[in-house]
């Protein structure tokens, strides 16, 4: 069986690749940046540059294609997203008419079909509704919050939690919801392939938790030990709720008065139909935001930074770069000398050796954490020039020692949040590049705080440690 992924470097799209994979299929992915996608698929997996909104492109992509999913949305991309998700909707549907297509499956929102659905859910049932005219069989999904690290909605709850102890809530974080695992999802997704042909379908999906937005940020503060005060303001107008989202997280602010709009809809499950034609049983919202917060750390532990600022131009600028819910400061220098050289400098960093650069900060640095209950810098290290996973650092942990490839350590000082310290040696034609990598996790408002508090020293330390390790990599 062939099957075609469209939106494959979106979330869900990018969670249900290697579920596909792992059951067996073949799978042709039609992806407009197929570069983001290079080195990260299976061999029963072929990319295919193109647009999901260009007639001919479609038409290349569905030929000898089974099942076809449909995972595009045009909301995030500043345009006219109802006008462009209803183009690229016929012209799908066009093109796996043609193409004689057996099946699409269509993951869209819940919501009542009524007049006071929100634009962004009546185009989400729009759209289905366009590709069931195209008189291929279509399983479309409905579902509220999908709860994942990634997730626009889940990410977008997290944020105002992590940033804001005292939050003046819209009306819409009362609204009831039926959050459900982004693991589900896939499950449903890949599981539909396997339904009996009896026509078009529509599967309301959730979890067993019935919740409003205010719940699930109340659970997530109670998973990472955070106290929220949240008070009521029915009202802030969704206008005004769009600017004070702009304030508090800039990201969303492409979408913030769509969204809002989005949020204010009841989003729960109103058919059963889902729990009698799958053996899936979706997680309760408390296990749910757990495996998000895991599934975050597993993919952090696969991340290579190296491979991260190659691919994305990384501009210099204050506090770094968040990845996630994670802040990135990156620096890289070339050095002529080789990959074994390199990583031998790195791995004598710390303990007498010293950390190559202003160790009386971070001796000062370790004296404030022995002031607070934390180890300090006086611990040193076993071996005086190598290192393996486990040794204590310091104040670090080696969690990762691939030599002569990558280092990674794990902060012990006593901070809020989690900090990681990470070099990766890359050669590159004859020469090597050094990447160092200070990562953080913050935890609530104070986590933020410490972090962008102490960036000018980041700047001054990380800096200047690069540049040492460099010269002891050339010394040897």
Known sequence: MQILLTGATGYVGRCLLPELERRGHAIRCLARRPE??????????TIMAGD?????????ACADIDVAYWLVHSMESGVDFERADRL?????GAATQAAGVRRIIYLGGLGADDDTLSAHLRSRHEVGAILRASHVEVIEFRASIIIGAGSFSFDLVRTLVERLPVMICPAWVATPTQPIAIADIVGYLAAAIGLPETGP???????????SYGAIMHEYARQRGLKRLMIPVPVLTPRLSSLWLKLVAPQYSKVGRKLIDGLKNPTVVTSDAALHDFEIRPRNLPTAIREAGLNEDRE???KRWADFADAEDLPHRYGGRAEGGRLVDHRQMIVSVSPERAFAAIERIGGPHGWYACDWLWQLRGWMDRCIGGPGMSRGRRDPDRLVVGDTLDCWQVEICDRPRRLRLAAEMKMPGRGWLEFEVVPRDGDVTIHQTAVFDPRG????AYWYAIWPLHELVFTRMLAGIARAAVRG
Not at 37 to 45: D, F
Not at 52 to 60: E, G, S, V, W
Not at 445 to 448: I, N, P, T
């Open 36 to 45: 983001k996608l290079a080195g990260k698929v299976g061999p029963t997996t």
């Open 52 to 60: 999901a909104t260009d007639p001919d492109d479609l038409a290349r």
């Open 88 to 92: 690229a909707a016929e012209r799908f």
């Open 201 to 211: 379908r529509i599967f309301e999906i959730g979890g067993p938790d019935k919740e």
């Open 300 to 302: 952090f532990a696969d």
């Open 445 to 448: 408002l104070g986590g933020l």
